[in-house]
């Protein structure tokens, strides 16, 4: 007889417990999810066929309300409120990835063997998936999935290879046709690892996870390399996947091999498909742009070549300061400024075109992909401007940010289209005949008509084009000078 019964072992409070989750909003359930989760730990002892059951009930009734927290996350992914919403995702997976050991510790040899094995296996498979959702919330902090949680998922995979479990049909929706196996939910996770989720802003962080699982069914692992993109995942050491640059000759038979380049081909039907759409139900919520940049990066980071950098880095040392906002990179170039950011950044290397900065705070303003900043090099008092590429933090390490140079001179300039004038930064000399680069913000260089740019006591026509990339708060535009 089991002593001080957990409270959702009585079927009205577990009853009334997922109707509150079903009905509150997204935040509030999350967080009284967690609590329940938790509780197992330590609030009362259950038979571990309950507690299955009862983590299984509560993994499902989040979904609808992780669904909800990540599209209020991406509504607004820099904002103060998204903090809170990113830290519930990963708390929540957190939560539940620890609920699910518990589980699997408590299978050994508990309950009668057939029931075991059958319920092993759905409690392996339904670890590995949580450990894909936490890697997702881990990458829109610009971190990695914790090493714990890489090797709990491996070892599921590999203790559901040894008993020749990896491939069973598992149902994962109750009352729906659902399925999935270990083997399908593990290569997802693997997938999202070589994706190089760094170099992603948060909403293509998100249409890479629904790629992946647009993509799960043709996605696959083998113990036999074959010529190609390779991803090699040792199931021995359990050491997250690394790209394959030669097939061995004699592989290990604790080696895995993913070979995402098989899909690649699929990925450039789906954007031609997108291309001709007016809306994709399967990623719903995203911006079709952001889908379709999301699969060329796929294509690059998946493709039989790995991606080769353009130009050579050089270890280089110094203090620089970086300064976000449109307004204020204005004003620091104009000289206008009151204040100018402290230099609390380090240069850790270059190359012709960019540069890597680190520093032991994140600094969240700074530390996202697709940003605009401007960064104060050496003591010549000389601005340039640079859009940031990668980001990669650690709560240990602190953040490392990958700069691409945008412009090395860049100056303010006042624009005007005859009935309205503004600021912006104009990227590169203005000679007749050729094209600038102009950044402002959104929506004020129209690409009809012509706009006249005073620099200094200079005026200059231009004529407005496309956009050439956009972010939080800006747009960087191509204009002819006239």
């Known amino acids: 007889m089991v002593q001080n019964a957990h409270p959702l072992l009585h079927q009205d409070t577990l009853a009334q417990t997922l109707t509150e989750i079903a009905t509150n909003a997204a935040p509030t359930a999350i967080v009284e999810l967690i609590r329940w989760l938790d509780s197992f730990h330590y609030e009362a002892e259950l038979p571990v066929s309950d507690l299955a059951r009862l983590v299984v009930s509560l993994d499902e009734a989040a979904q609808p309300q992780l669904r909800q927290a990540a599209g209020l996350y991406l509504s607004n992914a820099f904002g103060s409120r998204s903090v809170r919403y990113k830290a519930l995702g990963r708390d929540f997976y957190a939560s539940l990835g620890r609920a699910y050991d518990?589980?699997?510790?408590?299978?050994?040899?508990?309950?009668?063997?057939?029931?075991?094995?059958?319920?092993?296996?759905?409690?392996?498979?339904?670890?590995?998936?949580?450990?894909?959702?936490?890697?997702?919330?881990?990458?829109?902090?610009?971190?990695?999935?914790?090493?714990?949680?890489?090797?709990?998922?491996?070892?599921?995979?590999?203790a559901a290879s040894a008993c020749g479990e990896i491939n069973t049909p598992i149902a994962i929706r109750e009352g729906r046709e659902t399925r999935s196996t270990i083997s399908r939910e593990f290569v997802r996770l693997v997938?999202?690892?070589?994706?190089?989720?760094?170099?992603?802003?948060?909403?293509?962080?998100?249409?890479?996870?629904?790629?992946?699982?647009?993509?799960?069914?043709?996605?696959?692992?083998?113990?036999?390399?074959?010529?190609?993109?390779?991803?090699?995942?040792?199931?021995?050491?359990?050491?997250?996947?690394?790209?394959?640059?030669?097939?061995?000759?004699?592989?290990?038979?604790?080696?895995?091999?993913?070979?995402?380049?098989?899909?690649?081909?699929?990925?450039?039907?789906?954007?031609?498909?997108?291309?001709?759409?007016?809306?994709?139900p399967a990623f719903a919520g995203l911006s079709l742009p952001s889908v379709t940049a999301t699969i060329r990066h796929l294509s690059r980071q998946w493709g039989a070549q790995p991606p080769m950098r353009q130009y050579r880095r050089h270890h280089v040392q110094g203090q620089l300061a970086l300064a976000t906002g449109l307004g204020f990179i204005r004003s620091l170039l104009s000289g206008e400024a009151q204040m100018r950011p402290a230099a609390a950044w380090t240069l850790m290397d270059a190359s012709r075109n960019g540069f890597g900065v680190s520093s032991a705070m994140m600094d969240p303003e700074v530390c996202r992909v697709g940003a605009l900043v401007g960064a104060h090099v050496?003591?010549?008092?000389?601005?340039?401007?640079?859009?940031?590429?990668?980001?990669?933090?650690c709560d240990d390490a602190g953040a490392t940010v990958g700069l691409q140079t945008i412009s090395s001179d860049p100056q303010q300039v006042i624009l005007d289209d005859g009935s309205r004038s503004w600021c912006g930064i104009l990227c590169d000399p203005a000679v007749r005949g050729r094209s600038v680069r102009v950044a402002c913000e959104p929506g004020f260089m129209r690409s009809d008509g012509q706009v006249f740019a005073r620099l200094g006591g200079r005026m200059i026509k231009l004529e407005p084009g496309r956009i050439l990339v956009g972010g939080p708060g800006y747009q960087i535009v191509s204009c002819n000078v006239a």
């Open 378 to 393: 050496g003591e010549t008092g000389r601005w340039i401007l640079a859009l940031v590429r990668r980001v990669r933090h």
């Open 102 to 158: 518990l589980v699997l510790a408590g299978l050994q040899g508990e309950i009668a063997p057939a029931a075991q094995g059958s319920l092993r296996t759905e409690i392996l498979l339904r670890s590995v998936r949580s450990a894909a959702g936490e890697m997702k919330w881990a990458a829109f902090d610009y971190q990695g999935l914790p090493p714990e949680v890489w090797q709990r998922a491996g070892g599921a995979f590999r």
């Open 191 to 280: 997938a999202l690892q070589c994706a190089s989720l760094d170099q992603l802003s948060p909403e293509r962080i998100e249409a890479t996870d629904k790629l992946v699982r647009y993509l799960q069914h043709s996605l696959e692992l083998s113990s036999v390399p074959v010529q190609g993109g390779l991803f090699a995942i040792d199931l021995d050491t359990l050491a997250p996947p690394r790209r394959c640059l030669s097939v061995p000759e004699t592989p290990s038979a604790d080696l895995r091999f993913f070979r995402p380049a098989d899909a690649v081909s699929m990925l450039d039907e789906l954007q031609q498909t997108l291309v001709e759409a007016a809306s994709a």
